[in-house]
């Protein structure tokens, strides 16, 4: 066998580890109360940062952060920026590209299940959720936040709380 044959052998065996193993953590991270990953994208991301109209020294949060692309765009955007993600391997993936931002001290990615944390101390919140979940978390979110607080909801707006704004799929909501 060639070298060339063998080191094409290795990248796929590589890629087909990666690849079960990113599936077990997805799969591990649903069964944890979760959800599945799901990347927003470039653009929907600059979309939701802008609907948050981030003030200077705000604290964000990206509930389910997944590859850290919200919470870098939010301290990006000027906001003391946090991340809650239940799937380890995501929140590796994720610490990596808070690094390679150079955004230490700035963004910050917990492997935390968002249910049991406790949401006051933030201003802007961003949420991809999924339908089964909007009842608890509206709930969660109207019984935490302070007046004042945003909360960005991508696809799935809450099923009883008034959006002030809305922007295609992204629904934005103000606490009174």
């Known amino acids: ?3 060339l044959f063998l080191l094409f052998a290795l990248i ?7 690849v079960i193993v990113f599936s077990f953590f997805n799969i591990l991270s649903m069964t944890m109360n979760g959800a599945f990953f799901a990347p927003s994208g470039k653009k929907l991301t600059d979309k939701m940062v802008a609907l948050a109209i ?13 590859d850290g692309s919200q919470v ?3 301290a990006k955007a000027g906001a003391k920026a946090y991340g809650y993600e239940i799937n380890p391997l995501l929140v590796w993936w994720s610490q990596y590209r808070l690094w390679q931002a150079g955004l230490k001290g700035k ?13 006051s101390d933030f201003d802007v ?7 089964y979940m909007m009842k608890k978390m509206e709930k969660k ?10 909360v960005i909801s991508n696809a799935f ?6 959006h002030s704004k809305r922007e295609g799929n992204l629904y934005l909501y103000e606490v009174e």
């Open 1 to 3: 066998m060639s070298l």
């Open 12 to 18: 796929v065996f590589l890629f087909c580890i990666t």
């Open 54 to 66: 981030i003030k200077p020294g705000e604290k964000a949060l990206d509930l389910g952060s997944g």
């Open 72 to 74: 870098i765009s939010l």
């Open 107 to 119: 963004a910050f990615i917990y492997t935390k299940n968002f249910w049991q944390a406790d949401l």
């Open 125 to 131: 919140i961003i949420i991809f959720g999924i339908p």
């Open 141 to 150: 979110l109207m019984q935490e936040l302070k007046p004042g607080a945003r």
């Open 157 to 162: 707006p809450f099923p009883n709380w008034q």
